[in-house]
């Protein structure tokens, strides 16, 4: 008895943490789980007097509906398009412009990595004006140019910083030892550090994926005819109109938009929550 | 940026026959244009796309721009004027105080639940952890328009199960009860969604840094005597300032600059001015009334409280990085 507070917790201590724990889960899982629910509900359950919270005995006829419109295959084919898009391009210049700030000493080389830390601070919400007018300048409004073009903008700030730390993770002998048996200074990298950084080139590509399938701003403003709407802008111009009559509809839509989202999450989950926290702790 | 200019100015030297000066400089000069050459495309995206459309947005908020300027329309400057109507004008006042009070109430709630749900899961078995964590990350990862709509559906007028579960409790009699048409209510459900959407980044890292607390300091303090809260405030949170302050900064701007959130729910809701935020204010000015000459002095204003705000995270990250910038 006289450590007390090194043994186990008494029991009522951990079945109240249990009891906390519980509702942690509820609340954080319950959303996602009550929208892929309501997906499968038919609509007289939706409007029903007692809510229904298990799909069973439910319908794939929301899903059928969504699929029907065919504005949401032509979304989905823009979002895809887009994102794709974002995701490849972002990963090569970051990774170019990482191999130049972790391998080479430069003047100027202090300046960009500033802005680039800067730079990620201006909220993108503000420059909703001046970038739809400078696209609509280059005609590049409603196309998938001229969003790309701007998610590159707000994806690329993070990918460079995000990949110069697992450039420089790579010890640079291993680069050397590949020089001295032949290869150039940008062979040797491709050769031997840019497998070595797979990992790094998943989380952040994974990382300009979600940017840029969720992103919806711009999406709203730059894509402003109906035919070319990303998934966002359809989703919510649905909801918007089915004006809290088609639930089911409109949580089946977002069920197909979070899906992919919540796939690739799962995939990087580790490598998202570890590395702010051990970086930042070193102090 | 123009970075790449000094040495492409400085050290080009042609070689005979060569037709521009640095596409075919000599091999010392080659190798130390190589940098330039690579993050040249990574800079001109971001001169162009955001150096460029910045500069324009401070040119816009000081001409006369409104919808025959749309059409063509030469724009004539105006020097402060559209600031000064800004600046003038309740409206903004309004707007920018309820930003930056639901930001606050906001971050307060993030920070205070993210810290809270980081000790549970730092005190929970392996498998009990495992299920909170996995119940975070699902939280995390819903696309913020995605999970804003589940909320709205959650607080639906008609059939919503919040209305249902406030009922069936016999709280209040909430048939029929309408969450977004109050200012008061439309923020409260708007927080629970952004708060939903803060927690599990903030409760994971927290969570993460907590890992790495030293345990032979929490032993001797334990064995001086500490008490559960005297080893949180006096350990736990010294250990964990950095990454609190970090956190904090981070929450801040995110909820400083919301926007997908308010304006889903004020099309659900259908009130706009009494629950317009700063983000959503300048877009429906610009976008909505046509008026960009004052939208964009508003976003002006945005972009510098954002740069003040997160002032503190910037100069951390600096001295961090100090020795490897």
């Known amino acids: 008895m006289t450590r007390p507070a090194l043994r186990p917790a008494l029991r009522p201590g951990r079945l109240a943490l249990n009891a906390c724990a519980v509702l942690v889960v509820l609340v954080a899982g319950f959303p996602v789980y009550w929208m892929v629910d309501t997906s499968f509900l038919r609509r007289g359950d939706i409007t029903g007097p007692t809510p229904h919270l298990t799909p069973i005995g439910g319908t794939l006829d929301n899903y059928r509906t969504v699929f029907a419109r065919g504005s949401f295959v032509t979304a989905l084919g823009s979002s895809a398009l887009v994102t794709a898009a974002t995701v490849v391009v972002a990963l090569v210049l970051a990774v170019l412009a990482a191999f130049a700030v972790s391998r080479f000493r430069f003047r100027g080389r202090r300046a960009f990595l500033v802005t680039v830390l800067v730079v990620q601070m201006v909220p993108p919400e503000a420059l909703v004006i001046s970038l739809f007018k ?10 998938a140019l001229g969003l790309t073009l701007v998610y590159l903008v707000f994806v690329l700030p993070f990918t460079i910083w995000t990949l110069r730390g697992f450039v420089s993770g790579v010890p640079i002998e291993l680069e050397e030892a590949a020089m001295i048996d032949g290869c150039g200074r940008l062979g040797a990298f491709r050769r031997i550090t840019l497998p070595l950084m797979a990992p790094g080139l998943v989380a952040t590509g994974i990382f300009a994926l979600i940017q840029a399938w969720n992103e919806f701003i711009f999406a709203l403003v730059v894509m402003n005819r109906p035919e070319r709407q990303t998934l966002p802008v359809w989703l919510q111009a649905f909801n918007e109109g089915a004006k809290g009559t088609d639930w089911g509809g409109v949580m089946a839509g977002s069920t197909l938009m979070a ?17 702010l926290a051990a970086g930042a702790v070193k102090g | 940026m123009t970075v790449h200019s000094p040495a492409a100015t400085g050290s080009g030297t042609p070689s005979p026959g060569a037709p521009s000066g640095p596409s075919r400089p000599r091999r010392w000069d080659r190798r130390r244009l190589t940098p330039y050459g690579l993050i040249a495309p990574a800079a001109a995206v971001l001169v162009v796309m955001l150096g460029y459309p910045l500069v324009r947005l401070v040119v816009l908020s000081t001409q ?42 906001d971050v307060a709630l993030t920070m205070t639940l993210g810290m809270l749900v980081a000790l549970l899961l730092n005190t929970l078995g392996a498998v009990m952890r495992g299920v909170v964590g996995s119940a975070l990350l ?14 709205q559906w959650l607080f639906d007028t ?3 199960l919040v209305n249902w579960l406030v009922t069936r409790s016999g709280l209040a009699d909430y048939r029929n009860h309408s969450w977004l048409s109050q200012p008061l209510s439309f923020f409260a459900v708007a ?4 708060v939903w959407m803060g927690v599990p980044f903030v409760a994971l890292t927290l969570y993460a840094g907590l890992t790495q607390l030293p345990q032979d300091v929490v032993e001797a303090a334990q064995l001086d005597g500490a008490g559960a809260w005297q080893r949180f405030r006096h350990v736990t949170v010294p250990f964990l300032a950095p990454v609190v302050a970090i956190l904090t900064a981070l929450s801040t701007l995110w909820d400083f600059r919301v926007f997908t959130q308010v304006y889903v729910l004020q099309a659900a ?11 959503v204010y300048a877009y429906r000015i610009s976008i909505g009334e046509n008026r960009f000459d004052v939208g964009a002095a508003v976003a002006v204003v945005m972009v510098v409280l954002a740069m003040l705000l997160t002032a503190v995270y910037l100069r951390q990250m600096l001295r961090r990085e100090e020795e490897e910038l």
């Not at chain 2, 699902?138 to 804003?148: I, Y």
């Not at chain 2, 809701?269 to 700063?278: A, E, H, W």
């Open chain 2, 138 to 151: 699902l939280a995390w990862a819903m696309p913020p328009l995605a999970a804003t709509i589940v909320w």
């Open chain 2, 158 to 160: 008609q059939y919503g």
């Open chain 1, 259 to 275: 899906l992919p989202v919540l796939a690739c999450f799962l995939l990087v989950q580790s490598r998202m929550t570890g590395g």
């Open chain 2, 269 to 279: 809701g259908g009130i706009t001015r009494d629950t317009n935020v700063l983000g």
């Open chain 2, 191 to 194: 927080a629970v969604v952004v």
């Open chain 2, 64 to 105: 006369h721009f409104g919808l025959p300027q749309q059409f063509g329309q030469p724009a004539p400057f105006v020097g402060l004027d559209n600031y000064r109507r800004v600046l003038g004008d309740d409206q903004f006042w309004t707007v920018l105080l309820r930003t930056v009070a639901f930001c606050a109430v």
């Open chain 1, 134 to 143: 400078v696209l609509d300048t280059w005609q590049l409004v409603n196309t």
